[in-house]
């Protein structure tokens, strides 16, 4: 048997992009013609053979369901996984997990090596990269050919399909509000770059509060951060120059590096600085103080994504559920209700 | 085409054990005739396949690396995973993980799902109820079919593969000559349950030191923990009755709920009682004492596994290395080098 020739072979060997390959094999207006036909007639040659998920969805289940994550040395989206195991192995679904490590690329190399035939459907929270990129076509070419993919926190209104989402705004608005509620009043956010969807929203949740409570909103008092060992500098100066007296966080290691900053420089926590961060994980039950935290409830999340693939999957096996009118899938968002976990970090 | 009946269902269906099942299907003695006869008519009735793994390797490579390992949110395996993504990466492979969840079954399961043809080798630590049920025939399987087998941490001597430890019973004996190089005499272990490979190693390396330096070895001084969330009253009742002045802890969050209860009580750490964790992770970093441990170098760990399954793949592919004499494979157990990390915890 001849060996198969993958997306990343190909190309490698016409040097372009994986997703220029994926693009072309799907005949897509996107790319050129004449890289197009360069691509099919490489692929042709090798014999390369795209995903017949759909062929083989009327065949047979795996009873498997794929996870793609973008990185696992991280508590919430472990947390997310062991939801997914519970629900999953009470129906007596397998879990296979891949991670793209933030990287696009391997997003879409992960869901071709899935796709083909191992599972029956996704669990994802997508990449960084893909999130900056807006490329989600190895996405819609899975649901198109009929897979089930239902996506977590980290999702994209660009595909439709069904996503499990806490709403984000509301979270970083209440633990603003709940900040203010406590007398303060020169309080920052430090967050990732904007490109990935819940940064943004917090940001919108943040701002909201502090407009709806006449304080002053300065772009100043918003600190991106792409990587946490070297922000010391970054943070050192906000704290300093700017006389905070809160800092809401979007995760934990934010949140305990912001409190070894802040004692170094002699400021007090939470006398001086209070903190909060989202993401309650391993980090702010331990340090000290303890941080106050957002809940985002990893379990709940894995659980209710794998309940509603599966319901999904059952579904697919059965029949197609149309809205008769639109001749539309009908997907569901479902909310998770987020609550703050206060602790020594702010009061 | 018809669905293919699994080892699990059969199980189900018999009312036996998956280890039965498989066993019965091997045709072992441990399995009395009747339900081994019982257990194959079931199967050939339903036309079980088993794996054809050997079939399967002459005709087509995967280029995939199946790991399985025992739980997620644990920053070691996660940090293994990262090492064995980076090598596999480069040298053109995926990566696919499954959880055991350490549970014998779950990993019988998993083994079978990704033997199936999903990937060429296995990176593998041994669930808890493994090493307790010495059962390894699922893994003896996969490896008489041809497919090669890593294990890494919690492996075991029934096995004739590669693996690739740490030298844990040099390590925990290392640590503890550093809390008596600094004039502490009580010292305590707190440690998981026996049937761990790793902990019944740190154990000896811990009782070796005490009697080398001619301190007295108590059986009291050391603490068997199975859950961490209950065992403050244990930990408690050791630093009040022993007078401890140091304790080596075998993970992360048994030296800081350790550090918690002592502040409870009123003792110092490091003055009052000195600690040492095993494995370097994140709560290690940003605890308050910063805790010493003994890094386990996680990455390197992932990074060896991955070279020494992919040397072993390369050459299953071309030819198999025999030992002439003895016409059996030759194995290696890499031993990587750990190092204690100094903190406050201890100075």
Redesign the interface.
């Known amino acids: ?1 001849k ?2 020739v ?1 997306l ?1 072979q190909i190309a490698r060997e016409l040097d372009v992009s994986i997703s220029t390959v994926s693009k072309s094999l799907r005949n897509s207006p996107e790319i050129g013609e004449e890289t197009r036909l360069r691509v099919q007639a490489f692929a042709k040659f090798y014999h390369y053979k795209p995903n017949n998920i759909a062929l083989s969805l009327k ?3 795996t ?2 369901i794929g996870i793609i994550i973008p990185e ?4 919430f989206f ?2 997310v ?2 939801g997914i ?1 519970r629900i999953a ?1 009470e129906n ?1 679904y ?6 793209s ?1 933030d990287s696009f690329d ?1 997003e879409v ?2 869901m071709e ?2 796709a083909n035939g ?1 599972i029956d459907g996704f669990i994802m929270s997508l990449s960084k990269e893909t999130q900056q990129k807006k490329d989600f076509h190895h996405i819609t070419e899975v649901i198109n050919q009929g897979m089930p993919v239902v996506m977590f926190d980290r999702v994209t209104q660009d595909i439709n399909c069904d996503k499990v989402i806490i709403d984000d705004e509301l979270a970083a608005y209440e633990a603003v509000q709940s900040l203010i509620d406590k007398g303060r009043k020169n309080i920052a956010l430090v967050t990732t770059v904007d490109y990935v969807s819940v940064g943004k929203l917090r940001t919108d949740g943040y701002t909201k509060a502090l407009l709806e409570n006449g304080l002053p909103f300065e772009e100043n008092l918003i600190i991106k951060i792409e990587n946490v060992d070297n922000c010391e500098i970054k943070i050192g100066k906000l704290l300093e120059d700017k006389a905070i007296d809160a800092v809401l966080a979007v995760n934990e ?1 934010f949140a ?1 590096t912001i409190i ?1 900053i802040a004692n170094k420089m002699g400021l007090k926590v939470p006398d001086d600085v209070a903190v909060i961060a989202f993401t309650d994980g ?2 702010s039950k ?3 103080p303890t941080i106050t935290t957002v809940s985002q409830n990893g379990i709940e999340m894995g659980n209710i994504a794998a309940k509603v693939l599966i319901e999904r999957l059952e579904e697919v096996h059965n029949e197609k559920e149309f809205d008769e009118e639109e001749e539309e899938e009908i997907y569901k968002t479902v909310v998770i209700e987020t609550h703050l976990i206060e602790r020594e970090s702010t009061q």
Do not use: A, F, P
């Open positions: 048997m060996k198969k993958t990343k065949n047979r289940k009873k498997t696992i040395v991280h508590h472990s947390t996984i062991n195991e192995n007596g397998s879990v296979i997990i891949c991670l490590d391997k190399l992960n090596l899935l191992s290691l305990v070894k391993i980090i331990y340090s000290t």
